[in-house]
């Protein structure tokens, strides 16, 4: 009511795990308009309105204002002046007007020539996006076009190896029949692998027969097509393959439904049509409403599965239904969660870093989650000319896989990985290639065809296989971005500050010289697919994983995830008193274990990165007061690590560095010998004394049967005395074992000048001058 007092708006407090207000003064806005984040006042069907003025008063000549905003985060659909800008938001009605009082004022500073990135209103948003099927990568006017030039040439984009490898294998294969579920219901990885490839093969079956049906012609495998799509539209959505049940055999469920939907339309009766939408309209309902209802990612945002289901399964999905599900005033469910995952995509994402690309779960996560991305991307690019790829996280995360895991790496990287101590994932340089078309940068590419060249024929393993068909991907990449010659990618240091890791690649195109050390100390602590390694680090060297992460991720929350690889113990780190970092379930204390890379430099000849992982330690031995790390990496050769730890009693250290294979072992140095390169070692300096050095093979207190039949590593503990304050300083020398290196001198911040002579690396005896 006019002349009314509004209620007093009550601002929540942030936590670790929710959602943060921005823009703030604090932090450098990368991007125009800048993206803003509330904590919502009311979590179900509150309306919010946006005021942004240049002056802090607010004139009403002078102040932008949008809304109703049915989220708490919101992107303008223009950009604005560089300068200074105050912000507020306050809860209001269907009509616009508030009905509390404003937000507490928050102001930010827009830079010059930031990338301009608006976001269309949602009014506006699907005006050119086609009414008719397909949607999903082509319309029916570039299907038309698509169609005509496979006809003038067969190997148009690869068109005739898609059709032979992943069309036609599908029309003789039996139809696959609704999943049994777990024997008893009763969750076990084999039947969940089983499933979850049987479920992507559904995928494969009714997708590419239905476009190789539509693109040549062929009634026969439009029939095929529909009788696939038919008996999956006849499995119970609530049953097996809801989402409650396994959410990944849902998604795979759901998109099967989307692609065939789209792509079989005209091939469907009025009946045939119902009953497959009525399916996926369902089975989308289940997986939205957990997303934005029962999970809430936009409050809690770190829930990596149910985050990866917007552009997964909810992006093709609803786009398949936008204006099937609509009544007389054009509305509709799948309209609303469609904008919804493109406001998500456009405003929150990425949950797991910043600007500057990298994904705190790790290269294996960001591979799936970046292939998922880029799918979701390419699909709103065509169907509605929503650019994601301008944001500058898209533009950077390139450098994340880039920097910290080489083409040539298999285990000297963080977080889990599904590869089981193999190269990395293809996907990964098929997401790298992708984003070389989009960027432009010829690394990206260089890595793409690396990694091909390097793995080749592991199309049909789980970890690729399970989750994409390469064809496809190389069919659809070649329709919609242009070739980018390979470049060779640069040497250095990247430092991913929002994440908190620096990767290294010292000559990465040469394997002769080729370098990688990656090293971590994250404000995310050990969530999710992260682990407690904060101060850790990996080092792979001339073709050879050399310090490793240790452990195999044979499953999640399996008796080797559990009590292994999440664990500090098996990391390149350190223990005190026998203890790491807290990494198990508790969400609010995973990300409270925290770490901080304090400096990553490139000095005149050497790397200097410095991480702090006192929070980390504290979490289980809250005697400590610092645990510090510094490492120094010298004239692209050697490395110094010095560890500070200081406690209120003292304590013991054990200091671990994990390896493929056994160390030979002298008083106060080490050796490890791998297949084409190995590291010397050597304690250079400890206040606390002289440690004791031993080393274990193998993975203590996690059952046999997750490891049987694969290698076992093996962890050196360098064990220090107990004392209330460690200084210890130990050198690693890489080497390619035809040509080791023999004298080192290196001088630290301190003033410690050491030179290192190896007397003799086949007896591994050293001689040490200070």
């Known amino acids: 009511m006019p002349g009314a007092t509004a ?33 919502p006042v009311i979590e179900d069907e509150a ?14 000549a002078e102040t932008r204002t949008h809304g109703p905003v049915p989220l708490n985060f919101f992107t303008p659909d223009r950009v604005l002046e560089p300068g200074t800008w105050h912000w507020a938001y306050a809860v209001c009605d269907a009509e616009g007007q508030p009905v509390t009082g404003w937000s507490a004022t928050r102001q930010f500073t827009l830079a010059e020539g930031l990338p301009e990135t608006p976001l269309p209103g949602r009014a506006s948003r699907f005006a ?12 029916a006017a570039r299907l038309e076009t698509f169609r005509k030039a496979v006809k003038a040439d067969p190997d148009h984009c690869t068109w005739a190896r898609f059709y032979e490898k992943s069309v036609l294998p599908w029309m003789d294969r039996e139809i696959t029949r609704e999943p049994a579920g777990y024997p008893g219901h009763q969750r076990t990885a084999p039947v969940w692998r089983q499933t979850y490839i049987e479920l992507q093969e559904v995928i494969y079956a009714i997708r590419h027969l239905a476009i190789g049906g539509q693109v040549t012609g062929d009634q026969a495998m439009l029939d095929r097509a529909r009788d ?47 009953l497959v939408r009525d399916a996926l309209h369902e089975r989308t309902r289940d997986i939205a409403e957990h997303a934005i209802l029962n999970a809430k990612i936009h409050l809690f945002p770190y829930d990596s599965h149910a985050v990866r289901s917007v552009s997964l399964t909810l992006v093709p999905a609803c786009i398949a239904l936008l204006g099937e599900d609509e009544g007389e005033n054009g509305s509709g469910e799948a309209r609303d969660w469609l904008n919804y995952c493109i406001e998500f995509l456009a405003t929150v994402y990425s949950p797991w870093g910043d600007a500057d690309g990298g994904w705190a779960e790790g290269t294996n996560y960001w591979m799936m989650g970046m292939a998922y991305l880029i799918e979701a991307a390419n699909r709103l690019k065509s169907f509605a000319g929503i650019d994601l790829y301008q944001r500058p996280f898209f533009r950077n995360t390139g450098d994340f896989p880039l920097y910290c895991k080489a083409p040539n790496t298999r285990r000297a990287t963080f977080g889990d990985d599904s590869t089981q101590g193999d190269l990395p994932c293809i996907k990964t340089g098929i997401n790298l290639r992708q984003y070389a078309g989009v960027t432009g940068n010829g690394a990206y590419q260089w890595y793409h065809e690396e990694l091909a060249r390097l793995n080749p024929g592991t199309e049909g393993a789980f970890y690729n296989w399970g989750w ?20 060779d990618p640069p040497s250095g240091m990247r430092h991913f ?3 908190g890791w620096v990767g290294i690649q010292h000559e990465m195109a040469d394997p002769d010289r080729h370098i990688q050390f990656v090293f971590k100390s994250s404000t995310f602590g050990s969530i999710s697919h992260s ?55 508790d969400k609010a204390r995973a990300m409270a274990a925290t770490g901080t890379i304090l400096a990553a430099e490139q000095r005149d000849d050497h790397i200097y990165i410095h991480g702090d992982a006192t929070a980390a330690y504290q979490s289980l031995s809250p005697e400590v007061t610092r645990a510090g790390r510094e490492v120094y990496f010298v004239n692209g050769s050697y490395f110094v690590i010095v560890d500070s730890v200081d406690a209120d009693a003292a304590v013991t250290i054990d200091w671990l560095l994990h390896a493929n294979q056994p160390y030979d072992l002298g008083r106060t140095s080490f050796r490890m010998t791998g297949e084409t390169a190995g590291f010397y070692g050597q304690v250079v300096w400890s206040e606390a004394g002289k440690p004791e050095l031993s ?45 080791p290196k023999r004298i080192f001198n290196f001088m630290d911040d301190q003033g410690y000048d050491a030179d290192l002579y190896f007397t003799d690396p086949d007896e591994n005896t050293f001689k040490i001058t200070l």
């Open 7 to 39: 209620p007093t708006l009550d601002e929540p407090r942030t936590g670790r795990l929710t959602i943060q207000y921005a823009p703030d003064a604090e932090t450098p806005i990368v991007e125009n308009p800048p993206r803003f984040t509330w904590l």
């Open 47 to 60: 309306l919010y309105l946006l005021r942004l003025s240049q002056d802090p008063a607010f004139p009403a």
């Open 128 to 139: 050119e996006a086609p009414e008719s099927h397909p949607r999903l990568w082509l319309d």
């Open 228 to 274: 696939w799509l038919l008996e999956v539209a006849s499995w119970d959505p609530m049953g097996v393959t809801s989402r409650a049940y396994t959410d990944e055999w849902a998604y795979r469920v759901t998109n099967a439904l989307a692609w065939g939907y789209d792509w079989l339309y005209d091939q469907l009766s009025d009946d045939e049509r119902r």
């Open 468 to 487: 994409w068909d390469t064809h496809f991907d190389e069919l659809t990449y070649l329709t919609d971005f242009p070739l980018v010659e390979a470049t």
């Open 497 to 499: 500050k929002g994440i």
């Open 531 to 585: 682990h407690g390694d904060q101060n850790a680090f990996c080092l792979a060297a001339f073709g050879e994983d050399l310090a490793v992460q240790s452990g195999y991720y044979v499953a999640f929350n399996s008796s080797m995830h559990r009590n292994w690889r999440r664990q500090t113990r098996s990391k390149n780190a350190i223990l005190i008193n026998g203890k790491g970092q807290y990494a198990d379930k």
């Open 695 to 739: 080393q274990v093979t193998g993975f203590p207190g996690v059952d046999p049967a997750d490891y049987a039949g694969l290698p076992e590593s093996t962890c050196l503990h360098a064990t220090y005395p107990a004392a209330r304050r460690h200084r210890i300083a130990t050198l690693l020398v890489p080497y390619r074992r035809s040509e």
